[in-house]
């Protein structure tokens, strides 16, 4: 019986290692990073950057994905075709949290253009967005500093964990040997 204890030990050890790190590589926080856009330029420049972004816009009541977005720089309008928010791009849209991790490896490329407009429009339909209604820009950037700490906190958590299943393995094999 002693035998079998420590045979188990560096296996357990083993096992709650690789299953504490594989842990810390699964999740990623994002958080949204606002823009600084304090003139239309500014605005439309941001936009006009991160074109290669999944871009949503964001009113007080609805959401709507946006594409084929072009800058009329005479009538200083967003233009763009709306259509429903894609499923994989609901997360950010419903969190409440300052930081977020991806539910889809999509969210990573997403731009949420805020905007004071009350319009309600409907699937396919063609909207023009003065500049001047944008309230703000965030994109969704990659945040090490939650990261690191999440991380570093599982680990620690699976040292802990590797500790507990040692003393308690040492506990039994030596009252298991004092009881003979």
Known sequence: MNLLFKNYIPLLVLLSSIFGLSACGIQRYYQPVN???PEI??????ILDNLDRYAILRQHQ????I???????TLLSLNGTISAVAPGHDH?????????????????NEMHIYTS?????????????PLSQIERIEILQYDSSRTKK???????GGILAGG???????????????SF
């Open 117 to 129: 407009d009350t319009t309600a429009y409907r699937a396919g339909q063609h909207v023009e967005i």
């Open 67 to 73: 594409t084929n977005i072009q800058i009329d720089s």
């Open 35 to 37: 823009l600084s856009t």
């Open 164 to 178: 507990i299943i040692i003393g308690v393995a040492v506990f039994v094999v030596v009252y298991s040997a004092s």
């Open 92 to 108: 950010y849209i419903q969190a409440h949290r300052k930081n977020y991790y991806p539910s889809t490896p999509e969210i990573e």
């Open 150 to 156: 999440v991380h570093a906190g599982t680990v620690a």
């Open 41 to 46: 330029h500014d605005k439309s420049k941001a």
């Open 62 to 65: 609805q959401n709507y994905e």
